[in-house]
Structure formats: structure tokens, C-alpha cells
């Protein structure tokens, strides 16, 4: 029996892995990209209060986002993320039902990265001086360019290219660190920047404990500064491990996960106070609103009126460059993620295990969504962080439920930093509904299509090795010169008058012979949502005389014809299984089959059987009396 396995993006090959630090650059492409349009939105989301509120953001970062990824990190370090340990934590469809509609989101996260990266790109190709009057209204026009152009690559074949990751954002942070102290020279060499931005909060808010209250009520809104986490756990296998490292307990990855995730989460919140301080105060407020110099790229402003054109044409440049790059780290991931829980799942339709028609059904739905927001970073702005916010929430969750289970004292800490998450997201939905309806779309669309594909492939043989222990193998091997007849049993009590009565029937209604031995065979239903494993057949001897063959499995039909064909291979003979008829209507029977692994049992074999093997003379003999 040939052998089933999982799509072909499920087990990446391995590769020889990258210092922690080069592969922080690969998560930086997301991560500190973001500082082309966080400090405008910012400014545009939170007004004056913007820098007290990116210190309440910085210290959600480092005190909640930052602890609970570093877990995350150990608890599943082979590039899964937080998703894959929910999954754990949680079994049967439920647990199904929630990863799929975390992959919603997570499908969200990594397309508006798309799109907003794209859109950002050209709002910079816009207001460049020297490109503004030729340019000007074609936003979406460039946008859809960009997004066309990051699909074309993908179609032609696209690899991770970590040393050029290492140059754009070595570059790029750079030329940040460049418009971040010459910002700070301006706002020292004019200290009344400073006493009026002071003046006006205190006009504006009153006191210090209301511009505080102020600045935690607004500070959601600045969520877009979290994302890069998710990522960063998701580039784990690309870090070299210590040489003794072993996949069960890679250490050495881990520990070099955990210094790429403090360091670019320290990095990162240097620059998201820095910058939110020097925008807000060197920036009037009108040039961040649409249409505005500084609407999306408020750095690049500075770097323009403070650096010259000629500098702020190269920020410009490497603006484009690092967030263009950030849509093709996100298309990867995508292209990576999906596979890597559907096909688990029998949720994969064929077309998705082939890349190139994912990439243009991916690239269709970023012009959709270029289309609806109009190219706007600003309006992607919300559907992104809630993306964000609810891979960190749920990430949150997972560690505080792996904590209580294991009875850690912290597990208290990371029940109040899941609950600071929760609310956080709860607070950007309120507020920007528009990520969570982009988000109730990705989730739709991922359920509808997988439960079609789920439905479809529902009659495959979906094991991938069957594997009989020495009873079993020894029952087997002594049907070599005749076939070997099986009665399927649902076992109840397992005691004698079952099995005499059981086999009494069968043969009373099939009219086998007295000399014909029979061999029963019972299937137990583990967990019903699971789509294909291996299955592993016991062997015993009940009662002193009758021979049973136990199995189990998430789906009975798919099991029995499983064992049936390996029965077929081993011994040369044409195997015969037995049923009864089920009682109740048939379209009842069938969503039992579908939802729990039970329900019309015969029929559904035959049908696996017909599907596994289309040559008649060689497939098992079904009968049903």
C-alpha cells in the first residue's frame, strides 16, 4: 500500500542555520519596516499625547509582548509559533475550529502587511520632491504595480535571501539613526519646540495624571509597533543551533531566538520613542492628516526639511526597498503557514499544495484589499494591528493556560499581560472595526474552503502506514494460502455473548460456512477531527478462542480499508470484510461519518476501497448483511 504524506510545504528541508543576529534582519524586514509609517499614524492616532503613549506601548513591549514570546520560543521552537501550541493545548474540533480561525487572522496580518507595506512604499514614491508633480494621484496605480511585481517574483521562485535581509536593514536603520539625532540637535538647538508642545498638553489635557490616563486609553491605537514578534518565532529555524542541539531539545536555537527577540524588541523601542518625540514635535499636525506631506511617512519628512532632498531621497529609496521586502517576508509566510496546518487537517485543496496558483489567488486578494482602502495607510492601519493584536492575545493565552498546567508560580504574570492583550484588542476592534471584518472574511473564506476540501477528500484512504505488532502479524501470515475473512464489531461490553452472537449472525446471514474462520476486527475513534496518522493494529485472543484485531484510528471506514489493503499486500489473497446494515436515515449517518469518524460504516469503506484501488480483481470484497 503506497503511502500518503502531507503537502509539500508541511516538513521544510533543513537547512544550515544563520547567527541569531543575521537572522533578525529576516524578522526585522516586518518588524522595523514598520517605522515607515508607525510614527505618522501615531501622531495622526494618539495628537500630543503620541510620545507618552508609545512609552505605554514600549513598556506593553517589553514587559508583556517580550516575556511571553521568549516562552513561546521554548515551548515551540521549531517555527510554529504560538498557533502550534494552542494546538496542542486544545484537541477535537474545537481546537481545529480555533486554530483555523487564528489563521484568519494571521492571514490577515501577513496580507495588509502586503498591502499597507505597498501602499507605504508608494506614498514615498509620491511625495518625493523630485517625483511629486508626475506621480501625484497615481497611488493605487503604483501600489497595485508593486504588489504585481512582488507576485511575478514569487511565480518565478523566490528564496529567503537573509544576507540581503542584513543589508537593508543594516542600511536602513542606519539612515534612521541619522534622522532620529539630527531630530533630537533640532529640537535641542530650539528649546521653545519643546515648552509649546508642553504648553499646549497641559491646555489640551490639564495635569500629568490625565495626560497618563489619556495615554493608556489611546495607546491600542499605536498597536502596529507590536508586530515582529509572531515573526520572529517563525524564523526560528533559520538560527544555528550548538553543535549538540537535537530537534526534540534544540537549546542552542532557542537561546538564540531569545537574544534576536530581545534585541530587536530593545532596538525597536529606542526608535519608537525617538521617533514619536521628534515627529510630534517637529511636524505641524496638519501635515500628518491625508494628503499631507507627512501622511505615511512622517521620517521621511524630516529627512527632507532637516537632511536636504539628496538625503532624504536616499531614505526614500531605502524606505521603499526595506518595506517592498517586508511583503515578500509576509508572502512567504503565508505560503509557508497554511500548508503547514491544513494538510494536517484534510483541509488543503489540491490547487493550494502548488505555489503558484496560491500566489495569484494571494495576489488578487491584495488588489482587493488595495482597492477597498484605497491604497490608504491609514485605513489599513487598524485591520493590521488587529491582526497583530490577536496572534500576541492568543499567543498570551497559550502560555498562561501551558503555565497553569505545569503549575509555574508566573503563571499569574502572564494571566495579567493576556488580559492587558485581550483588552488592547478589544479596544482596537471597538474603535477600528475594519481589521476584524477583513479579518471575519479571511476566516470565512480559509473555513469555507477547508471544510469543502475536508468534504471532498473524505473518502481517501488518509493513513499514512499501517503497522501491525507481532499478534496481529502472526493472524495475518496465517491467512497466506486462503483469504481471511473479518467481521467488523463495534465493541461494547467484549464479553462472550457478544462474540459468539456476533458471529453467529454474520454467517446466518451471508451463508459462510462452519469451516471458514473468521476474525474480528473492532475500531476505536480517538479524536474524529484529525484527517490522517499512522495506524498501528494490535492483536489478541478473547475468551480463549476468538481472534481480534484492534485498531485505532480517527475514522472507522478510513481505518478498515486501510488494514484491508495492507492485509492484500502482505498475504497475496483477496481479503472479505463483514457488516451490518446501520439503522437511521443515511444523510444522518454520513455527517457522523464526516463531523466524528462513525455512521454508515459499509458503504463508506467500499467507497475508500473503490477510490484506493480502481482495479476491481485486486480490491477487498465488501459484504453487508
Known amino acids: 500500500m503506497a503511502k500518503q504524506h502531507p503537502g509539500p510545504h508541511a516538513q521544510l528541508p533543513r537547512e544550515k542555520g544563520q547567527r541569531w543576529w543575521r537572522v533578525m534582519c529576516l524578522t526585522g524586514l516586518d518588524y522595523f519596516s514598520t517605522l515607515g509609517y508607525q510614527p505618522g499614524i501615531a501622531a495622526l492616532a494618539a495628537g500630543l499625547v503620541s510620545p507618552l503613549a508609545t512609552i505605554v506601548l514600549v513598556v506593553v513591549t517589553l514587559l ?31 481546537g481545529k475550529l480555533f486554530v483555523l480561525t487564528l489563521l484568519g487572522f494571521a492571514a490577515t496580518d501577513f496580507m495588509i502587511t502586503i498591502t499597507l507595506s505597498a501602499a507605504d512604499a508608494s506614498a514615498h514614491l509620491v511625495e518625493n520632491p523630485h517625483l511629486h508633480s508626475a506621480l501625484t494621484g497615481r497611488q493605487i496605480t503604483l501600489t497595485m504595480i508593486m504588489i504585481a511585481l512582488l507576485g511575478a517574483v514569487f511565480l518565478k521562485g523566490f528564496s529567503e535571501a537573509i544576507g540581503l ?36 498638553l497641559v491646555v489640551e489635557h490639564g495635569n500629568v495624571f490625565a495626560m497618563i490616563g489619556v495615554a493608556l486609553i489611546v495607546f491600542p491605537k499605536l498597536a502596529l509597533g507590536l508586530s515582529g514578534f509572531e515573526t ?21 536555537r532557542i537561546r538564540g531566538a531569545r537574544k534576536l527577540l530581545t534585541t530587536a524588541a530593545a532596538i525597536m523601542s529606542v526608535f519608537l520613542i525617538t521617533t514619536s518625540f521628534i515627529t510630534t514635535l517637529l511636524i505641524p499636525a496638519d501635515q500628518f492628516k491625508a494628503g499631507g506631506q507627512a501622511n505615511g511617512r512622517a521620517l521621511a519628512y524630516l529627512a527632507h526639511e532637516y537632511l536636504g532632498s539628496a538625503f532624504g531621497s536616499v531614505y526614500d ?5 526595506i518595506l517592498w521586502f517586508a511583503g515578500a517576508s509576509a508572502m512567504a509566510g503565508l505560503l509557508n503557514l497554511m500548508p503547514r496546518y491544513l494538510p494536517r487537517y484534510g483541509m488543503a485543496p489540491h490547487w493550494a499544495r502548488a505555489v503558484r496558483p496560491t500566489v495569484i489567488v494571494l495576489t488578487l486578494i491584495a488588489f ?20 497583530v493584536l490577536v496572534l500576541i492575545s492568543s499567543a498570551a493565552i497559550a502560555v498562561t493556560i501551558a503555565a497553569h498546567r505545569a503549575g509555574r508560580r508566573w503563571r499569574t504574570g502572564f494571566a495579567v499581560i493576556a488580559a492587558v492583550f485581550l483588552y488592547t484588542t478589544a479596544v482596537n476592534i471597538a474603535e477600528r472595526p475594519d481589521g476584524v ?53 463495534e465493541p461494547n461490553s467484549r464479553d462472550l455473548a457478544e ?4 458471529i453467529h449472525q454474520i454467517r446466518r446471514d451471508n451463508d459462510i460456512p462452519a469451516e471458514d474462520d473468521l476474525v474480528f476486527v473492532e475500531v476505536t475513534v480517538l479524536d474524529p477531527s484529525d484527517f490522517e496518522a499512522e495506524l498501528t493494529v494490535r492483536g489478541e485472543v478473547l475468551h480463549n478462542r476468538y481472534r481480534v484485531l484492534t485498531l485505532e484510528s480517527s475514522s472507522v471506514p478510513n481505518a478498515l480499508a486501510a488494514l484491508l489493503l495492507q492485509v492484500r499486500d502482505l498475504t497475496g489473497q483477496q481479503p472479505h470484510i463483514y457488516f451490518e446494515w446501520t439503522e437511521g436515515n443515511p444523510f444522518a449517518q454520513f455527517l457522523r461519518f464526516f463531523l466524528f469518524g462513525q455512521g454508515e460504516i459499509a458503504p463508506v469503506t467500499r467507497e475508500v476501497l473503490r477510490e484506493a484501488e480502481p482495479d476491481r480483481s485486486r480490491r477487498p470484497a465488501v459484504h453487508v448483511g
Open 64 to 94: 508583556g509582548a517580550l516575556p511571553v514570546y521568549r516562552r513561546v520560543a521554548q515551548e515551540s521552537p521549531h517555527g510554529e509559533g504560538s498557533i502550534a501550541m494552542l494546538e496542542r493545548l486544545l484537541s477535537f474540533w474545537q
Open 437 to 489: 471584518k477583513i479579518g471575519a472574511c479571511f476566516i470565512a473564506g480559509i473555513m469555507l474552503v477547508s471544510f469543502l476540501s475536508r468534504l471532498k477528500r473524505a473518502f481517501e484512504l488518509r493513513v499514512t502506514d499501517v503497522v501491525l505488532d507481532d499478534v496481529a502479524e502472526r493472524f495475518v501470515r496465517d491467512y497466506t494460502h486462503r483469504p481471511l475473512r473479518l467481521i467488523a464489531n
Open 499 to 502: 462474540y459468539r452472537d456476533k
Open 368 to 387: 482587493l484589499v488595495t482597492w477597498i482602502f484605497d491604497a490608504s495607510v491609514d485605513a489599513q492601519g487598524g485591520a493590521y494591528a488587529t491582526g
Open 165 to 200: 535581509a542584513v543589508v537593508l536593514v543594516a542600511v536602513y536603520l542606519a539612515l534612521n539613526v541619522v534622522v532620529v539625532v539630527n531630530g533630537l540637535w533640532h529640537v535641542l538647538k530650539a528649546p521653545h519646540v519643546f515648552s509649546a508642545w508642553t504648553d499646549a
Open 317 to 321: 529609496l531605502s524606505t521603499i526597498a
Open 232 to 252: 520572529g518565532v517563525a524564523v526560528m529555524p533559520h538560527i544555528e543551533g550548538d553543535p549538540d542541539d537535537t530537534e526534540e531539545k534544540p537549546t542552542g
